[in-house]
Nanobody
């Protein structure tokens, strides 16, 4: 199993970024996919989840209305569209398939003016 996150970077408050996670080594379409994040000095937290085949989504209250999770099963890729970013969104973002204890290297998002 391999997960490769990308798309992070430095963005000003109010800006947008789209993260991608390319997955391989398992039957992607059969698994719910989640994005987590870990800010400096804090525990890793769940940001968003999408069920297999994209039928349902869940968002943490802190990102609801600003972030959108989606999947492209043809590309084995999960995305996180992040709008109206805030400094408190600064973190390393990771994707993870539900039920599998595997993590990628993460992608760093820094929101700062």
């Amino acid at each position: 199993v391999q997960l490769v996150e990308s798309g992070g970077g430095l963005v000003q408050p109010g800006g947008s970024l789209t993260l991608s996670c390319a997955a391989s080594g398992f039957t992607f379409r059969n698994y719910a996919m989640s994005w987590y994040r870990q800010a400096p000095g804090k525990e890793r937290e769940l940001v968003a989840t999408i069920t297999s085949r994209g039928g349902s989504t869940y968002y943490a209250n802190s990102v609801k209305g600003r972030f959108t999770i989606s999947v492209d099963n043809a590309k084995n890729t999960v995305y996180l569209q992040m709008n109206n970013l805030k400094p408190e969104d600064t973190a390393v973002y990771y994707c993870k398939p539900g039920g599998l204890e595997v993590w990628g290297q993460g992608t760093l998002v820094t929101v700062s003016s």
